[in-house]
C-alpha cells in the first residue's frame, strides 16, 4: 500500500482489533499523521454517530484518506451476548415493541427485525463496502479524501488484503 508519510489517515477500525497491529503495516505514516475511530462493527449509517465523527475528523483533523479495516473471519458478537438480551425478562416487551417498529416502519430502521439489526447479518467484507460507499456517497465527504478497505487476513502475522 502506498501511502505519503505526511498524509492524514484516519483507521476505522473494530473493538476487538489491535491498533498497533493496524496500523504497523503502515509504518510510513508518522504517529501524528494517524487517527483511530474505534466501533463495535463496519456498519456505518450516513447520519449515525459514527458518520458524524468521521466528518469532523476529515474537517477539523484535514484528513486525506480513510481507511475502513476489520478481520477476515470477522463475526460482530458472541452468540452468548445475545442470548442474554434475548432471554432478559425485563427487555421481552422492549422486544416486541422494537419487533413491531422494525416491520411497520422499515424506511426508519436499516434491517427487516431485531435480531438483524443487533447481530449483523452480512459478511464482513459486503458490510464493509457498503460502509465505505456510505462514506463515499456523503453529501459533505469531499471528493478528494480517498477511502480504502482493508480486510486483515490474520492479525498476529499482520498480513492485510487491499478490497
Not at 3 to 9: G, P
Not at 38 to 43: A, K, L, T, V, W
Not at 133 to 138: A, D, L
Request: proline residues 4%; contains cysteine; glycine residues 4%.
Amino acid at each position: 500500500m502506498n501511502i505519503d508519510a505526511k498524509k492524514k489517515v484516519l483507521f476505522v477500525i473494530g473493538m476487538d482489533q489491535n491498533p498497533e497491529i493496524v496500523t504497523k503495516e503502515m509504518s510510513r505514516l508518522q504517529g501524528h499523521n494517524i487517527l483511530i475511530l474505534q466501533s463495535y462493527g463496519p456498519d456505518i449509517l450516513p447520519f449515525g454517530e459514527l458518520m458524524r465523527d468521521i466528518i469532523i475528523a476529515v474537517y477539523q483533523d484535514n484528513v486525506e484518506e480513510i481507511i475502513i479495516t476489520v478481520p477476515k473471519n470477522y463475526r460482530n458478537y458472541s452468540s452468548e451476548t445475545f442470548k442474554k438480551i434475548y432471554e432478559n425478562k425485563e427487555l421481552q416487551g422492549r422486544i416486541q415493541t422494537l419487533e413491531y417498529l422494525f416491520k411497520n416502519c422499515l424506511s426508519e430502521y436499516p434491517k427487516d427485525n431485531i435480531k438483524e439489526w443487533l447481530e449483523g447479518s452480512e459478511e464482513s467484507s459486503n458490510s464493509m463496502k457498503n460502509s465505505a460507499g456510505v462514506i463515499r456517497n456523503h453529501p459533505l465527504m469531499p471528493s478528494n479524501v480517498k477511502i480504502t478497505e482493508l480486510i486483515i487476513e490474520n492479525e498476529k502475522q499482520s498480513k492485510i488484503a487491499i478490497q
